[in-house]
């Protein structure tokens, strides 16, 4: 089982040495995979069952392989993967194939794609705290990923810390006040409606004098209002640098999968308000647009530290490229 994070220097890649595991989670295995294929089960329909409908003819002739690109399309894995992927299995030359070399193949070429991004969060033990910031628009799972990172992370004998950013909705609060409780760690509010930025510098003030190893922050989702928002996150990234140079040290975008191609724009828009290090997918489980994952690897490149496959806290896994692909793909 993939861990959410490591502990090691994220920039340097072969630095095994500095790498501890964090302890794996106590689900086993097999429950891991079968949340994963149910939750991705609308995703895998919407692709196997095209693929049985495409490949009953057996030729791998051009107007199949059209067919082909046009399912990849329907399943949101965006146009230019759909056409990458269409030339991967034009230079095969197959000529005849069977509907599992054709599922084998596809989840081959997948996993490549999302192996690039497959990266846990890097959490540099030598910083401290470690500064997270949680961006995302509301409703697409910044609170349930912050509570999933706090019960890994307290599990491994981390001491973390939370600060409630999204100051103008008491519910969000709450909510992560909840959370906070749930994994006994403290979590930093400030009065509704007050400054997210100057609750972001006393959180770190705190966090600091506290000994906290990670300090995990909670932000608004607010699009509609875009300017603000940008100027709100700009804010908090501004203050933050005021004690520590290197903070955010890591900046976490928080994905709807059901949103489709459109989390591609939210991307776009919040790598124009700051520097995103990495992005959680969640709600692969609504719909049938899981395909947008590797359209979001493909253009972007990304780590995906973890994805979401269900409501229950649980059902947050880390990201595993060969396990998502044959799910997605329907091979067995
Ligand atoms: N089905 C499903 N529901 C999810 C998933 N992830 C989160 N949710 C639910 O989506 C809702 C929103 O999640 P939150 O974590 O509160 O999202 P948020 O971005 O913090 O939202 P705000 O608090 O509104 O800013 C909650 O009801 C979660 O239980 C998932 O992977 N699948």
Redesign the pocket.
């Known amino acids: 089982m993939k861990s959410w994070f490591r502990f090691g220097r994220g920039k340097d890649e072969k630095d095994e040495v500095a790498v501890v595991e964090a302890p794996a989670a106590e689900e086993p295995r097999g429950g891991f995979l079968s949340k994963l294929r149910q939750?991705l089960a609308r995703s895998t329909d919407k692709l196997s069952d095209g693929l049985a409908d495409i490949f009953v003819r057996r030729q791998l002739d051009e107007a199949t392989l059209d067919e082909l690109e046009e399912l990849l399309i329907a399943a949101d894995l965006g146009p230019a993967t759909a056409s990458k992927l269409r030339q991967q299995f034009d230079q095969r030359r197959f000529g005849e194939v069977t509907l599992t070399q054709v599922k084998e193949t596809l989840a081959e070429d997948v996993a490549a794609i999302l192996r690039t991004v497959e990266k846990p969060l890097a959490i540099d033990p030598s910083v401290k705290p470690y500064v997270v910031l949680v961006v995302?628009?509301?409703?697409?799972?910044?609170?349930?990923?912050?509570?999933k990172l706090t019960a890994e992370l307290t599990r491994a004998g981390k001491r973390v810390m939370l600060a409630a950013g999204?100051t103008f909705?008491a519910?969000?609060v709450e909510?992560l006040r909840i959370w906070g409780q749930r994994s006994n760690v403290p979590v930093v509010t400030g009065p509704e409606g007050g400054d997210a930025a100057a609750l972001a510098f006393q959180a770190l003030e705190q966090a600091k004098r506290d000994g906290v190893d990670v300090l995990l922050i909670?932000t608004?989702?607010r699009l509609h209002n875009k300017a603000n928002l940008m100027a709100e996150l700009q804010k908090i990234v501004r203050v933050l640098k005021k004690l520590d140079a290197n903070a955010p040290h890591a900046t976490v975008l928080?994905l709807?999968?059901t949103t489709g191609q459109n989390a591609l724009a939210q991307v776009e828009t919040f790598r124009a308000m700051t520097d995103v290090t990495g992005l959680v997918v969640?709600?692969?489980?609504?719909t049938a647009k899981g395909g947008v994952l590797v359209a979001l690897a493909d253009k972007f490149g990304l780590p995906v530290h973890g994805?979401?496959?269900?409501?229950g806290i649980d059902?947050?896994q880390p990201f595993d490229a060969r396990e998502f692909a044959r799910s997605l793909t329907g091979a067995i």
Do not use: C, F, H
């Open positions: 939750g995302g628009v509301n409703g697409t799972g910044k609170t349930t990923t912050i509570g999204d909705r519910a969000a909510q909670d608004a989702g928080t709807d999968a969640t709600k692969l489980d609504g994805i979401g496959v269900g409501e059902d947050l």
